[in-house]
């Protein structure tokens, strides 16, 4: 199992975007759902957070701006993005802490901190 991240592109400073993750096949469950970061020099970090009980944890530099949702449906997980920042520029990556799939024979299985291969946000005018 995979994570598949799509959004990412080119938003003038104060613009919008939103990021898209989810199983590159069909899952039971997913528990934490995370958006991580990595601009240019700088390290990976946590940007936003939700458990499967939906509650939610930002990093101060995007709180009020950003907004982490899911879909558990679709097993799906959401970054909306507003008000878009220079500084804000990045490569966005997605995370699950722990998915459960099920086999065509019934099985499950578990896959323990899972990526998804990143989506680049770039915010210039």
């Known amino acids: 199992v995979q994570l598949q991240a799509s959004g990412g592109g080119l938003v003038q400073p104060g613009g919008p975007l939103r990021l898209t993750c989810g199983p590159s096949?069909?899952?039971?469950?997913?528990?934490?759902m995370s958006w991580y970061r990595q601009g240019p020099g700088e390290q990976r970090e946590l940007v936003a957070q939700?458990?499967?009980?939906?509650?939610?944890n930002y990093t101060d530099s995007v709180k009020g701006r950003f907004t982490i949702s899911r879909n558990d449906a679709k097993n799906t997980v959401y970054l909306q993005m507003n008000s878009l920042k220079p500084e804000d520029t990045a490569v966005y990556y997605c995370?699950?802490?722990?998915?459960?799939?099920?086999?065509?024979?019934?099985?499950?299985?578990?896959?323990?901190?899972?990526w998804g291969q990143g989506t680049l946000v770039t915010v210039s005018s």
């Open positions: 995370n699950a802490d722990s998915i459960i799939s099920m086999s065509d024979f019934g099985d499950r299985y578990r896959y323990l901190d899972v």
């Open positions: 096949e069909s899952v039971v469950s997913i528990n934490v």
């Open positions: 939700i458990t499967s009980d939906g509650i939610t």
